[in-house]
């Protein structure tokens, strides 16, 4: 099974692919990331709920915590009032554990993290942990009786399933590193005003070597030579003198965005749709609401066999198989709620629910089928792993902004993509930087088509070919020329 990542680093957008087809979305969310560190002030208390909101910025929503999540203000003390701990205008140290929805603001805990490749230190909890996806019995008592040498007085250690193998070295610089982030964040709490955000994980190629990078990746391409250079520093530092499969390391360079090199700009518009074609000709519906989501399985135009009930049953076969690869490229979270065509033998049923579940156990999210229910809709639950793409989409950041136009041209009626609308990806500070500026004055031009028909002229330009050529006219289409440049040709034409 061949699989790589492919790293978009000027744009922050990382993807899985499995022999060519896309099997996760990385992103980097600008505002409110799991694992970020703020320092807030207890804006409201809720006591019928045991709950409060912590203002975490100047701008943006309010965080929610739960009594559940502040144990380590309770210091062992049997308290069941959230106003027993907390008052307003208090000032808290928060970690987000929940990104927001479209209507909440992110979920909160008191209980801090921070997240290293084999170990997670846990600075208000003295216990040691084990994970449960670590069965060889010899190798968690080995685990365990390393990690009780190496625990900090007055702190915890839980040890990640990537620990496995690893020799002490390289684990013990782990938990130095670790060390390190929280004296930082010791020392940040005394000279920062409140609230303010304290410390946020936000180098995607590090959480991109933590979190994805695992043994069967065979190759990594990368369009940055410095973030190639990152790359190879951080599979050096964590994966040195471990016995892993050696995976390639590649740099893209060549003129067209990567992202369409590998039909990955295309998957994200096609995962943006409600409707998903099937390959036995039927379709499906996926509607997703903030807590809920419907999926309708529809027969469509399949009518290959003459036998309906083996046409109905090999048509929600493939659109289980199809809903399973749906629910994970989309990171599609909370309850799902799907519609299967209509079966009336009970044995076609669990025939349809035992292949679904096999093609969920595919998911690192866990979805777990609860039940299939009267009116035969079959309900399960997903894990949350961060914002869904519909929501990081939707939100106003730098993804949003760079496939604005062409979820316009995807989705807006009489519009079809054409060669002529092709964009090229561009760095998310060029347009501040080049098109913000306002001319004062109104020239008023004879010419409104620049052709140059000298060497002077040429030395200001750069052509592509002649399909791509510049137009001088059009600064917003000319990503590539400074508008200094483009007022000091206008004055040479004006004089």
């Not at 900090?152 to 020799?167: F, N, T, W």
């Not at 309906?308 to 490229?329: C, D, G, M, V, W």
Request: proline share 2%.
């Amino acid at each position: 099974m061949v699989k790589k990542i492919v790293i978009s680093h000027f744009n922050n957008i990382a993807a899985v692919l499995q022999h060519n087809k896309i099997q996760e979305i990385i992103l980097i969310n600008n505002t409110y990331q799991v694992n970020d560190i703020y320092i807030g002030v207890v804006q409201k208390i809720f006591s019928s709920i045991n709950a409060a909101f912590i203002k975490l910025g100047k701008y943006g929503k309010s965080g929610f915590i739960h009594i559940s999540d502040i144990k380590s203000l309770k210091k062992g003390r049997n308290i069941k009032h959230i106003s027993e701990i907390l008052s307003i205008n208090q000032i808290i140290l928060v970690q987000v554990i929940k990104e927001p929805t479209m209507n909440k603001g992110p979920r909160l805990t008191a209980n801090i993290n921070l997240i290293g490749k084999y170990l997670v230190l846990m600075p208000f909890c003295n216990t040691i942990c084990i994970s449960h996806k670590i069965y060889d019995h010899n190798e968690r008592n080995y685990l365990y009786s390393l990690a009780l040498l190496l625990k900090p007085a007055a702190m915890g250690l839980l040890v990640r399933p990537s620990a496995q193998g690893i020799i002490e070295n390289s684990i013990m610089e782990d938990l130095e590193h670790l060390k390190k982030q929280w004296n930082f964040i010791e020392k940040a709490i005394i000279f920062s005003k409140c609230p303010k955000l304290l410390y946020k994980d936000e180098d995607l190629i590090k959480k991109i070597v933590r979190d994805f990078y695992e043994e069967s990746i065979k190759k990594i391409i990368i369009d940055s030579e410095n973030g190639l250079n990152q790359l190879s520093y951080h599979l050096k530092k964590w994966y040195n003198n471990s016995l892993i499969i050696d995976t390639r390391l590649q740099l893209y360079n060549k003129p067209e965005c990567i992202l369409e090199q590998f039909n990955i700009k295309e998957g994200i518009l096609q995962a943006l749709k409600p409707k998903v074609k099937l390959r036995s000709g039927g379709y499906i519906f996926i509607e997703s609401n903030e807590a809920l989501t419907v999926i309708d399985v529809n027969s469509g135009s399949f009518n290959k066999s003459d036998n309906s009930k083996e046409a109905i049953l090999r048509t929600n076969f493939s659109a289980a198989l199809e809903i399973a690869y749906q629910l994970k490229i989309r990171n599609i979270n909370g309850v799902i709620v799907i519609d299967f065509i209509d079966m009336q033998s009970q044995r076609d049923q669990l025939q349809l629910l035992e292949y679904f579940s096999k093609c969920l156990n595919l998911d690192n999210a866990k979805p777990q089928i609860v039940q299939l229910s009267e009116l035969g809709l079959v309900e399960l639950t997903r894990r949350r792993r961060g914002q869904s793409l519909q929501e990081l989409f939707n939100s106003q950041n730098q993804y949003s902004s760079y496939f604005q136009q062409d979820l316009k041209m995807k989705f807006s009626s009489g519009m079809r993509y054409t060669h002529q609308f092709h964009n090229f990806l561009f760095h998310k500070n060029i347009n501040t930087l080049f098109f913000k500026k306002k001319f004062k004055k109104n020239i008023v031009l004879e010419c409104k088509q620049f052709q140059p028909c000298n060497d002077n002229a040429c030395k200001h330009f750069l052509y592509f070919d002649k399909l791509n050529t510049i137009s001088l006219f059009k600064p917003k289409a000319n990503c590539i020329i400074p508008l200094i440049l483009y007022s000091k040709v206008i004055g040479d034409r004006c004089k």
